[in-house]
C-alpha cells in the first residue's frame, strides 16, 4: 500500500506560478511510477505529467510542456510538480498517482494509489 498526500494548490493569477508536492508513505516509493493528473469540472481525469522511479525520464500533456516540471526527491518520498505561466485552463482538482510498477504510462486506469487532489484555480 502507498499512502499519497498533495500540498501547494490554491489560487493564483493567470501568468503565475505554484509549486504541488505529493508526500508518499507506506511501500518504497522509488520502485514507483509517479504521475500527476487534473479533472475540471465536468470532465474527465486527464494526463498532466509522469516521471520514472529514477527520474531519469518524464513525461508531459501538450497543453503543459513547456509550462511545468515534475521532479521527484526519492530520499524525501516526496513528488513535485513546478507550475509556471499559469492559464485560466489550468484550473482543476490535482492528484497525484503512483503506478505499482515502474513501467511508464500516462493512463489513470494504470494507476493503483491515488491522494485526495489539490485545487488549483486560476481565474480568467
Same mark, same amino acid.
Given at each position: 500500500?502507498?499512502?499519497?498526500?498533495?500540498s501547494? +494548490?490554491?489560487?493564483v *493569477? !493567470?501568468? =503565475?506560478?505554484?509549486?504541488?508536492?505529493? /508526500? %508518499?508513505?507506506?511501500?518504497?516509493?522509488?520502485?514507483?511510477?509517479? +504521475?500527476?493528473?487534473? *479533472? !475540471?469540472? =465536468?470532465?474527465?481525469r486527464e494526463?498532466? /505529467? %509522469?516521471?520514472?522511479?529514477?527520474?531519469?525520464?518524464?513525461?508531459?500533456?501538450?497543453?503543459?510542456?513547456?509550462?511545468?516540471?515534475?521532479s521527484?526527491?526519492? /530520499?524525501?518520498?516526496?513528488?513535485?510538480?513546478q507550475?509556471?505561466?499559469?492559464?485560466?485552463?489550468?484550473?482543476?482538482?490535482?492528484?497525484?498517482a503512483?503506478?505499482?510498477?515502474?513501467?511508464?504510462?500516462?493512463?489513470?486506469?494504470d494507476?493503483?494509489?491515488?491522494?485526495?487532489?489539490?485545487?488549483?484555480?486560476?481565474?480568467?
Open positions: 500500500q502507498v499512502q499519497l498526500v498533495e501547494g +494548490g490554491g489560487l *493569477q !493567470a501568468g =503565475g506560478s505554484l509549486r504541488l508536492s505529493c /508526500a %508518499a508513505s507506506g511501500r518504497t516509493f522509488s520502485w514507483y511510477f509517479m +504521475g500527476w493528473f487534473r *479533472q !475540471a469540472p =465536468g470532465k474527465e494526463f498532466v /505529467a %509522469a516521471i520514472s522511479w529514477g527520474g531519469g525520464n518524464t513525461y508531459y500533456a501538450d497543453s503543459v510542456k513547456g509550462r511545468f516540471t515534475i521527484r526527491d526519492n /530520499a524525501k518520498n516526496t513528488v513535485y510538480l507550475m509556471n505561466s499559469l492559464k485560466p485552463e489550468d484550473t482543476g482538482v490535482y492528484y497525484c503512483s503506478r505499482s510498477r515502474s513501467s511508464a504510462s500516462l493512463s489513470p486506469t494507476y493503483s494509489y491515488w491522494g485526495q487532489g489539490t485545487q488549483v484555480t486560476v481565474p480568467s
